[in-house]
């Protein structure tokens, strides 16, 4: 996800400018630039390459001035390049930083290409700065012609602009991508993401949907999308420009349970509008290529995998669509019946695992029509060689263990159903009703959260446990797995996960008084079925650890120990139904000493087969 920072000051802002690109290399980028204006002349510097590069470049070329925007670009519209890098400009008047998709952008490029523009990159971003520009030639302020070009835009965006026609100011605005102002003592700042700003302020204020702020040393004003002025609150940041990456908590693992709320909702930013599930969320040609989809591919590893595995019950049972989904260290080795106009997806949080590129250039060689890649590293292999690309924008997952990077495919998995379902039959009124769940999604998160200390109690039984059983049905049984791929990477206790139907077919031998058995109930069609698999259970002696809706009646008894969570619709239920088995595996391997960072044997990023 491309980064934003700008600043106005007193001071050279060009310092600042770059210590948050850096503090936002997290994001994942191709390119960097800064623009700051001068004795009423706007400096521009841009690099293909790390924020070191652009560094590097104004140390041998130093750009002065106390207005100024700076920006990493992940490649959408046009080639990873110097012509292709933020800031754009205008005709040396008028410099633009932006993140999103303009949805309009080329028939706003043709009617600029008739009235006389030249243009200069392979950029949606372009037709902006240009709109701008036009505005001010008709008599406009910065301001004004900030306002009315937004009005002309379609699509999703954050904006930083800055013009040699008022030297004093920014002029900001956003829809559908964050935007922040970071606020000072006699300088004033903007970025994507707070943790840009902290070495600069700790006060912010949060723009909302359509808002356009103009930014100035000592005031912000601040109007909504119909172009009346608002007061938006200002908030105070307890985070600290020098603090621990793990900002308190006691390991990384388990500050990234709890910014899952946070990562889903960066997933969703810019992706919906009005209801609906854009398009070009998946990349360019995105259109053509989804209406020509008539059954999925779903290849991955690890936890991956076990997101495609929900997917598949989310594509069939909500989109009618075809699915099958493959272990990629399998798949690469099989040779498989190849289907015309069947959409390849690959998953990978670090985009580098090593079977799951090799099963994308095998599918390539055996004629798969179509390829998208879910990842959270927008520079990777998988990014790079897909044709569609879906970032999750988790951000760094520093725990070997992965969370928040799972619930954020479930996410942009979720996007692509949606997608696809409008396609194949799904109505104006369930896909709002999905985007409708997808939005409450953080919401639900964070009331999850709340049974940590309660589950923290709970993992005491699991202190001497050498085994376990996780019980799901539906899309719950590929939950059940991720839960008991949980405990056993960090806790080194041997988890098993079945569906529920199954244990009368075999694994009803293992169950006895030393063995826990963990289920999760939602309440949905298959909750009186799952009721009688667990009756099998409790009849043989085993300790039940039911993470149950709360409407669902269930007695608590001696060997039953019931975890009551909120109520949550069936088609977002395994995103929300995940957060307590992430949380009993961290609280079960903190209590038996366990490296819960770095378990041994394991590695963040698989890049050998």
């Known amino acids: 996800m491309c980064g934003i920072v700008g600043a106005v000051a007193q001071r050279d802002v060009a310092p600042i400018l770059v210590e948050g690109l850096k503090r936002l290399e997290y994001r994942g980028y191709d390119s960097a630039g800064v623009a700051t204006v001068k004795d009423k002349a706007i400096q521009r510097v841009r690099v293909a390459g790390k924020v070191r590069v652009l560094e590097e470049a104004l140390e041998t070329e130093p750009h002065a001035g106390g207005l100024g925007i700076a920006h990493t670009r992940w490649a959408t519209h046009g080639v990873p390049s110097i012509r292709n890098a933020h800031p754009h400009m205008c005709r040396e008047t008028v410099a633009l930083v932006h993140n999103g998709i303009i949805e309009n952008h080329e028939r706003l490029r043709a009617e600029q290409i008739a009235a006389g523009h030249a243009f200069n990159s392979d950029t949606d971003t372009e037709v902006v700065v240009n709109r701008i520009y036009d505005y001010l030639e008709q008599g406009d302020d910065l301001l004004k012609a900030v306002q009315r070009t937004t009005s002309d835009l379609e699509g999703a965006y954050a904006l930083g602009v800055l013009s040699t026609t008022c030297t004093d100011r920014l002029v900001v605005a956003r829809r559908g991508s964050p935007l922040v102002i970071g606020l000072g003592i006699g300088e004033n700042f903007v970025a994507s993401d707070v943790f840009a700003l902290l070495p600069v302020t700790q006060r912010f204020i949060f723009l909302e949907e359509g808002d356009v702020a103009e930014i100035t040393r000592e005031q912000v004003r601040i109007y909504d999308a119909k172009g009346h002025p608002v007061t938006r609150a200002e908030s105070l940041s307890e985070l600290s420009a020098d603090a621990a990456e793990k900002s308190g908590y006691r390991h990384f693992m388990l500050k990234e349970i709890f910014t899952q709320a946070r990562a889903a909702s960066e997933t969703l930013e810019g992706r919906i509008e009005n209801g609906s599930v854009l398009d070009s969320a998946f990349g360019f040609d995105a259109k053509e290529i989804l209406d020509q989809v008539k059954s999925v591919t779903i290849v991955a590893c690890g936890t991956s995998f076990h997101a495609g595995l929900v997917a598949r019950y989310w594509l069939e049972g909500l989109a009618g669509i075809p699915c099958t989904v493959e272990v990629a260290s399998e798949y690469r080795y099989r040779k498989p019946v190849v289907t015309p106009n069947s959409l390849f997806v690959t998953i990978s949080q670090s985009g580098e695992t090593a079977d799951t590129l090799a099963a994308l250039r095998e599918a390539r060689r055996w004629g798969v029509s179509h390829s998208l890649a879910i990842c959270n590293v927008p520079e990777s292999s998988l990014t790079r060689e897909s044709e569609l690309v879906l970032m999750t924008r988790a951000g760094p997952e520093i725990g070997v263990a992965s969370t928040k990077a799972f619930t954020t495919q479930l996410v942009a998995l979720m996007l692509l159903v949606v997608a696809l ?189």
């Open 421 to 609: 379902g409008r396609r194949n039959g799904m109505s104006v009124e369930q896909e709002r009703e999905l985007v409708r769940q997808l939005e409450s999604l953080p919401g639900k998160i964070n009331g999850v959260l709340e049974l940590n200390d309660r589950i923290a109690d709970l993992s005491q039984a699991f202190a001497h446990k050498h085994h376990s059983l996780f019980l799901g049905r539906g899309s719950m049984y590929p939950i059940a797995m991720e839960g008991a791929l949980k405990l056993k990477e960090i806790s080194y206790i041997h988890a098993e996960a079945y569906p529920a139907g199954e244990l009368k077919h075999g694994p009803l031998a293992l169950v006895d008084e030393d063995m826990p058995v963990i289920s999760v109930a939602p309440n949905n069609e298959l909750l009186e079925k799952l009721k009688s698999n667990l009756e099998e259970v409790r009849a043989r002696g085993g300790q039940l650890y039911i993470f149950a809706d709360s409407r669902v009646e269930v007695t608590k008894q001696p060997d039953i120990h019931v975890l009551d969570v909120m109520p949550v619709e069936d088609p977002i239920a395994p995103i929300v139904y995940t957060i307590p088995l992430q949380l009993l595996a961290y609280h079960v391997a903190v209590i038996r000493g366990a490296d819960v960072d770095q378990p041994r044997n394991l590695a963040k990023s698989v890049t050998v087969e």
